[in-house]
């Protein structure tokens, strides 16, 4: 049972225009969602969490929204620079609060190829 | 300031082999995670210690994979009689705990284990 689906397994988009990539879960007891970053051959690298009691959680180039009647997320990237070509991983942390972290469960990730 | 190092970056072993991958969390980070992540998957939770206590090992996918951390900080995954489907990249995380912001889990580069 996947419980953090990401249904789109690549997305190319123009430099200076916003990438979206969107994320599906079906666990409601996630404290929190995270979006990780991964060039190959390097470990996954922290871009952005929000809590599972906001909607909108906003750094700087980076907006992940989070829609629970929908159980779903997005994370937009405004502008695509050709830097930020990777794999992009959606996870669910379900003991967030309260500073804590634990297990993440991860989806199958979306390769975002931004074209120069 | 150091990350998370993980040795070796890459490990052979003929099947049956036994291996021991090693994990060096970065300084003061109470919490150490392991997950696997086979290819073209989003990494998968395998077990979890804060300090030297392991918490939660409902991840490891057979008794042959035993994981220890002994005195709170480097911590060794190792696979008994290792078989082909045990090929993945072993991936290792570590986070602070406390304060009111999330903790999120900072990665190694991972070791990529080939069974042949």
């Known amino acids: 049972d996947q419980q953090v689906k990401q249904n789109s397994p690549s997305l190319s988009v123009q430099e200076g225009r916003i990438s979206i990539l969107n994320c599906d879960y079906t666990?409601?007891?996630?404290?929190?969602f995270l979006w990780y970053k991964k060039y190959p051959a390097e470990g996954p690298t922290f871009l952005i969490s929000?809590?599972?009691?906001?909607d909108k959680n906003e750094d700087g180039r980076f907006t992940v929204f989070l829609n629970k009647s929908a159980k779903h997320l997005s994370l937009h990237i405004v502008p695509s620079q050709p830097g930020d070509s990777a794999v992009y991983f959606c996870?669910?942390?379900?003991?967030?609060?309260?500073?804590?972290?634990?297990?993440?469960?991860f989806g199958t990730g979306t390769l975002l190829a931004v074209q120069p | 300031g150091a990350g998370v190092s993980q040795s070796p970056r890459y490990k052979v072993a003929k099947r049956g082999q036994d291996v021991a991958l090693r994990c060096d969390p970065i300084?003061?980070?109470?919490?150490l995670f392991w997950y696997q992540q086979a290819l073209g998957q989003g990494p998968e939770f395998l077990t979890y210690?804060?300090?030297?206590?392991?918490?939660?090992k409902s991840g490891l996918p057979s008794d042959r994979f035993f994981a220890e951390r002994p005195e709170g900080s480097v911590s060794t995954l190792k696979i008994q009689r290792t078989q082909q489907e045990d090929s993945a990249v072993y991936l290792c995380?570590?986070?602070?705990?406390?304060?009111?912001?999330?903790?999120?889990?900072?990665f190694g580069p991972g070791t990529r284990l080939t069974v042949l």
């Open positions: 995380a570590s986070t602070k705990r406390g304060g009111l912001a999330y903790n999120e889990q900072f």
């Open positions: 666990n409601s007891m996630f404290d929190y």
């Open positions: 929000i809590s599972s009691i906001k």
């Open positions: 996870a669910g942390d379900l003991g967030g609060f309260g500073g804590a972290t634990n297990k993440l469960i």
């Open positions: 300084s003061g980070h109470v919490s």
């Open positions: 210690f804060q300090n030297e206590a392991q918490l939660d």
